[in-house]
């Protein structure tokens, strides 16, 4: 039985990051060539935008820097318009492998999940941040677990993939600052079947977090009321499995 | 009871209000949908200002001993009520720009791809 061709976009938001942004995608074009990619620059104010023309990278160009919420969504959007089934997102920095991508689709595919995402604390290999975030990143994800009775170690992990319908819920409605621990609560809200995956992450290729140790305090702040009113907003719907 | 001099000038000062609000909407500086808070806002300064003894039973009910304090708290609220007003504008046109810039970004690769074709 020919089995029907299924349309995977991987979405790679970009701000600034024209020391690793090349290599991400050599790399990536080199292991698969099956799945189409699409940098979102987010109104960088580096090169990144130059490399992608010169090097002919299929990108979306932001005249406006929307931060990394809206450059995600742009992609979603993206993928919505352009009926793909699969929507993948991976950070621009070389953090996440593309080499877990199948390990990632396969649960798609098989319809046990409707979001899947890339956790580096399920087998504690690669990369595991520090001490403090750890601990900041636990914080989350309890209280990911108390409003939706969800448990989901790597909330903050921005390495995804969701399907047709979480692409469509995400293209209307994706939170903006901070958007991974808040976008795993939208999912459940919504009845998505959220699962886990073991993957290695690296220690960046380049740049910064977004989130430095001066913001980790309006970061937490911001996430926890951030989750809350997200498990406010939808009222009283219960929780998926 | 407020004094009547106070009287004379708050009935100026939310005379200068009016004119200013229609100015602008004359001007076309304004919408109308976000004006109704600030007619209903003068349409009651006024009424306490031009009948005082109303104003002095709302401050009585709501337990106010002061004259001029409720009229100072009731000026507060209305100034509080319009600007989550503004707020709340504010962010429905962010989501809005968002879009837009979403749109156009997505706009700009369908062109920069059909002007590669026709080369």
Partial sequence: MEEKKIKVLIIIPAYNESESIEGVVRHLTSRTSKYDYLIVNDGSTDHT????????????????NLGIGGAVQAGYVYAHKNAYDIAVQMDGDGQHDIAYLEDMLRPILSDEADIVIGSRFLKKEGFQSSHTRRIGIGILSFLIRLTTGKRIMDVTSGFRAVNRRFIEIYAKDYPTDYPEPEAIVTAIMHRGRVMEVPVRMRARESGTSSITMRKSVYYMIKVTLAILICRLSYGFRRAGR | ???STLRITLILAVLCYFIIILYFLKNKALNLK???LWLLAGIVMGLLVIFPKLLVRIIRILGITSNMNGLFIICIAFVLMILMSLTSIVSRQNGKIRSLIQEIGILEKRIRELEEKKD
């Fill in chain 2, 34 to 36: 976000y004006t109704f």
């Fill in chain 2, 1 to 3: 009871m407020i004094p």
């Fill in chain 1, 49 to 64: 935008l130059r490399i992608c023309k010169e090097a002919g990278f299929s990108y979306l160009d932001l005249p406006i």
